[in-house]
């Protein structure tokens, strides 16, 4: 069974730092795409970034570009957003996310709260 455990989630105040990991039980080079959503109380999930399985293409929503980085480590099997210059904005649910053919495996998701 695949599974991806999120961590690295929490409190910041505004302008800190954290970064999120997410490792998969299985290979992740498996994965064609990985990435990251958030969701806040009463709205859809939304993208935040994503990454190829070489680590060469990666993606952002406009409202982290300059602020948020992915990355991965293949050989751990894991995926990383680092997240800079938060905002209280930001505070949300954030999942990952991993493609394998036409299939999606999420995590369960880590909270990251944004506040002063």
């Known amino acids: 069974q695949v599974q991806l455990v999120e961590s690295g989630g929490g409190l910041v105040q505004p302008g800190g730092s954290l970064r999120l990991t997410c490792v998969t039980s299985g290979p992740i080079f498996s994965f064609s795409v990985m990435g990251w959503y958030r969701q806040t109380p009463g709205k859809e999930r939304e993208f935040v970034a994503s990454i190829n399985w070489s680590g060469d293409r990666t993606y952002y929503a406009d409202s982290v570009k300059g602020r948020f980085t992915i990355s991965r480590d293949n050989a751990e099997n894991t995926v990383y957003l680092q997240m800079n210059s938060l905002k209280p904005e930001d505070t949300a649910v954030y999942y990952c996310?991993?493609?394998?053919?036409?299939?999606?495996?999420w995590g369960q998701g880590t909270q990251v709260t944004v506040s002063s």
């Open positions: 996310y991993g493609m394998r053919g036409a299939t999606t495996y």
